[in-house]
């Protein structure tokens, strides 16, 4: 399975179908979207020049007393932990007198400043945890355009786009010839110290200023026109065909994306669903699908995990395959 988008990438794209974003939320949402590319991209390169699936982790947010930090991948090759920070920049920059520069801008924050604060948290989790192991930084650049001027010598390691299968085929000979040490215990650890990954302070809910187009959203082409028949709903603008079953479901998590703080409850989600959506048959796929909280009639709603659809139902693909085989039939 693909990794999943971060939370933030998340909820910056169901508000981008139902509402205007602030000029910050757009970019924000494009350096979202092009940072989640450049983390598919290195996966695919690990896997393919590295593999030892189990001497890789991927996608960790790491707490230490009151420290986080959130961390692209690591990878464990005998007593070294190699820290890769994946960044999907475009342009040119240009590190000198310790400082990183956009053409001839000096950057206000500094590239290395991410995977520095990871890098001293994993050396005191290894520390406290009593692991004798050398964490090494790698920063990496996936995007193949991008231009890079290292002036100076620095503590971490910098690879071009171009440069990271022969590293990673260097370190796969290296796996091979230095075993893993104490690989169930630095697993444990990294464990022990995982939090949950960032969400942002607060969801739609605190938004007076702001409002929401209801309805169920086209996949193909976001548009929310729609024919309802008895087991599927049809866009009027493109054509594309959905049960209606997993139309009302992937809508549901969409709500709860937004709404993240609270719990699902059955009247905004009717008002969430719009002129197509129908309380009995809410009440049906509430009832079928989600998870009640509480008991009877005073029940306080459905658990909220606060997911898109294809990680809400992870590992229930086929069965939501399988209802879209009502759209074949005949009416």
């Given at each position: 399975m693909l990794r999943p988008e971060s939370l933030d990438l998340q909820f910056l794209e169901v508000l981008d179908q139902r509402a205007a974003l602030t000029g910050l939320e757009k970019n924000q949402l494009q350096r979202s979207v092009?940072?989640?590319?450049?983390?598919?991209?290195?996966?695919?390169?690990?896997?393919?020049?590295?593999?030892?699936?189990?001497?890789?982790?991927?996608?960790?947010?790491?707490?230490?007393?009151?420290?986080?930090?959130?961390?692209?991948?690591?990878?464990?090759?005998?007593?070294?932990?190699?820290?890769?920070?994946?960044?999907?920049?475009?342009?040119?920059?240009?590190?000198k007198q310790n400082s990183w520069y956009s053409g001839q801008r000096l950057l206000a924050t500094n590239i290395f400043r991410q995977i520095d604060r990871a890098c001293d948290l994993l050396q005191q989790i290894f520390q406290a945890e009593g692991l004798q192991l050398t964490v090494q930084r790698v920063l990496l650049f996936m995007d193949p355009q991008v231009k890079l001027d290292i002036q100076q010598q620095a503590v971490q390691q910098v690879l071009r786009y171009s440069e990271i299968p022969n590293w990673l085929t260097k370190l796969k000979r290296e796996a091979e010839i230095y075993p893993a040490i104490s690989l169930a215990s630095y697993r444990r650890a990294l464990a022990k110290y995982a939090a949950p990954a960032y969400r942002p302070e607060q969801d739609f809910a605190a938004r007076a200023d702001q409002t929401l187009r209801p309805g169920i959203c086209c996949p193909h082409c976001c548009h929310f026109d729609w024919s309802f028949d008895r087991y599927t709903v049809s866009c009027r603008r493109c054509g594309f065909c959905q049960s209606k079953e997993l139309a009302y479901v992937s809508t549901i998590c969409d709500y709860g994306v937004l709404y993240f703080k609270h719990n699902l409850k059955r009247k905004e989600l009717l008002r969430f669903l719009g002129e197509g959506g129908k309380e009995k048959y809410l009440r049906r796929q509430l009832s079928r699908h989600f998870e009640q909280i509480g008991f009877s009639k005073s029940h306080a709603g459905y658990k909220n995990y606060g997911l898109r659809f294809k990680y809400w139902f992870a590992g229930q693909e086929q069965y939501f395959e399988d209802t879209e085989k009502r759209c074949r039939w005949k009416k």
């Open positions: 092009r940072g989640y590319q450049g983390e598919l991209q290195l996966d695919q390169l690990v896997a393919t020049f590295f593999g030892h699936a189990d001497l890789v982790c991927d996608d960790l947010t790491l707490q230490f007393k009151d420290e986080l930090a959130q961390i692209d991948k690591l990878v464990l090759v005998g007593n070294t932990v190699y820290l890769l920070d994946a960044k999907n920049y475009r342009g040119s920059y240009t590190f």
